[in-house]
């Protein structure tokens, strides 16, 4: 059972990803880096941590658009941890990839992989001499994850057939041949357990971070898509619950109508859910999915909320998203599914609710006294009734953002505004020579419950730190912070004691 965090009291958070924190293996990994991360965060009375989703990439380096929605990105893998416990012997590839990740401030997914591979193959080598109790440890947890099956047969099959993507896979593997599968599982049975080693001591390293973060007071944050890739073990293994066919083809895809953005919409390429199929199952994929999130999580960030009332429906085939339909999605039904498996009052989930947002979405999203989501950056349009503006944030229910990991850094977002709206701002909220901090500070006074700003704003850099520009796919999700942990302490310092000033109690 989870508990119910519901935002009772005024707290204080900070948004970065684990890819972009020092002191790890490479980029942020499961072990004592993490660990001082979460302490200095309590020691300066910050008590939310939220990150992207822990999932693995896509070859872009996204985490939200993942080969799975329940499996762990083994870039998070801890050479140190596993060192220290005899999981692995030491190795100087090891340390040279260690010393290269704190010199750079941008993260190579080669070197990554690299590392993964290499650690893989360690793994592997020391597995036969471990006690008889791990491996009984490591047994029952693939008893209680059968998903972990599926996922490392769905990713050494795409090494093998060179990365593409399942439905150009030979027809046996396409769909998922179970005496086909079974041969190749005995052939390839070796390389299987090495996936599967992976996944069990990444979700082993987590889960002694997050007690960690249980005894430091700080609670977990995550991020869960609406969607799930198409090139994915969710997909692949479960056909009969998305908008496509046996060989991959997609019925109808996912995207948003043209708006002020985009005079064609966006396509997003995704397969829509077949909702009947869902329903029959009583929502199982759907409970399955946020059980896993919750093991690992004390939150969850639900991404494009909006859809949970009705979606974007695009034929399979179309170029753009204009010739789209709205589609009414089971909301409520999920929802209440989700209250149940849980065992929970109020679901501890945050509605990314930003875009267009109808009268229906937030009358789903109040019915189950869910936080919604709240930018500063699009506050100020000179639209007097403009949601994101400090005065007309008058729902304490709500998580208040600087902005987030898909905006530019506050910084840029300054230095880009235009100049009539810049001398309103300086006038009405008193902003001096820091906007990152002018904006933090404002953010703070809101009657939100909880404000949350992006570590890149609380060290006032530039969009040369930022991490994801939407629309684009070269260049994201690469940022990385690549001082020691201990030069933070001032920044954190000064962001904590605001946030203290202007709250009773930190506790979500």
Not at 98 to 118: H, M, P, Q
Request: net charge negative.
């Amino acid at each position: 059972m989870i508990k119910n965090y519901n935002l009772n009291k005024k707290s204080l958070g900070i948004l970065v990803h684990p890819t972009s924190l020092p002191e790890g293996s490479y980029c942020g990994t499961f072990g004592d880096g993490l660990k001082n991360w979460i302490n200095l965060l309590s020691v300066n009375k910050i008590y939310i941590w939220q990150f992207l989703p822990l999932n693995p990439t896509d070859s872009s380096g996204s985490p939200y658009s993942s080969p799975s929605s329940f499996a762990i990105n083994p870039w998070f893998l801890d050479a140190n941890e596993l060192k220290k416990n005899d999981f692995i012997d030491d190795s100087e590839i090891l340390e040279r990839i260690r010393i290269e990740g704190l010199e750079t401030d941008s993260i190579n997914f080669k070197t990554a992989d690299d590392l993964v591979r290499l650690l893989g193959e360690l793994i592997l080598k020391k597995w036969e001499v471990l006690p008889a109790e791990v491996k009984k440890e490591f047994f029952t947890w693939l008893e209680d994850n059968k998903w972990v099956n599926d996922y490392s047969l769905f990713s050494l099959l795409k090494e093998q057939f060179n990365l593409l993507p399942w439905w150009d896979w030979p027809k046996e593997f396409r769909s998922k041949d179970k005496i086909k599968l079974d041969l190749w599982s005995e052939e390839n049975f070796s390389k299987l357990l090495e996936k599967k080693l992976i996944q069990w001591h990444l979700n082993r390293q987590w889960l002694e971070v997050k007690d960690f973060a249980i005894m430091r007071g700080v609670k977990l944050v995550g991020d869960i898509p609406f969607y799930v890739s198409r090139d994915s073990v969710d997909v692949w293994s479960n056909k009969s619950l998305f908008s496509i066919t046996e060989k991959g083809e997609l019925l109808f895809q996912s995207g948003v109508p043209p708006d002020y953005f985009s005079s064609t919409g966006q396509l997003w390429g995704t397969p829509v859910y077949e909702w009947n199929e869902h329903i029959k199952t009583q929502f199982t994929w759907w409970k399955e999915r946020f059980n896993r999130q919750f093991q690992l999580v004390d939150i969850l960030r639900l991404d494009h909320f909006r859809a949970l009332e009705s979606y974007w429906r695009v034929d399979g085939k179309a170029k753009n998203a204009i010739d789209g339909e709205w589609v009414k999605s089971p909301g409520i039904e999920i929802l209440k599914s989700l209250e149940k498996s849980l065992n929970v009052e109020t679901l501890p989930i945050i509605a990314e609710d930003l875009g267009v947002i109808t009268e229906d979405v937030n009358i789903l999203r109040d019915s189950f006294n869910l936080p919604g989501m709240k930018i500063l950056q699009f506050a100020f349009d000179s639209n007097e009734k403009n949601p994101y503006l400090p005065q007309n944030i008058e729902n304490s229910n709500c998580v208040v953002y600087t902005g987030t990991h898909d905006n530019s850094t506050t910084l840029s977002w300054w230095n880009n505004l235009d100049e009539i709206i810049k001398k309103k701002i300086i006038t009405q909220y008193k902003f001096s020579e820091n906007p990152s901090w002018n904006l933090i500070k404002i953010g703070i006074k809101t009657d939100a419950k909880l404000f949350v700003a992006p570590l890149q704003d609380i060290l006032s850099l530039d969009d040369k730190s930022r991490l994801n520009k939407p629309g684009t796919v070269s260049n994201n999700w690469k940022w990385k912070y690549n001082k020691a942990l201990i030069e933070l302490e001032p920044f954190l310092e000064n962001y904590g004691f605001l946030g203290e000033s202007h709250s009773r109690n930190n506790i979500f």
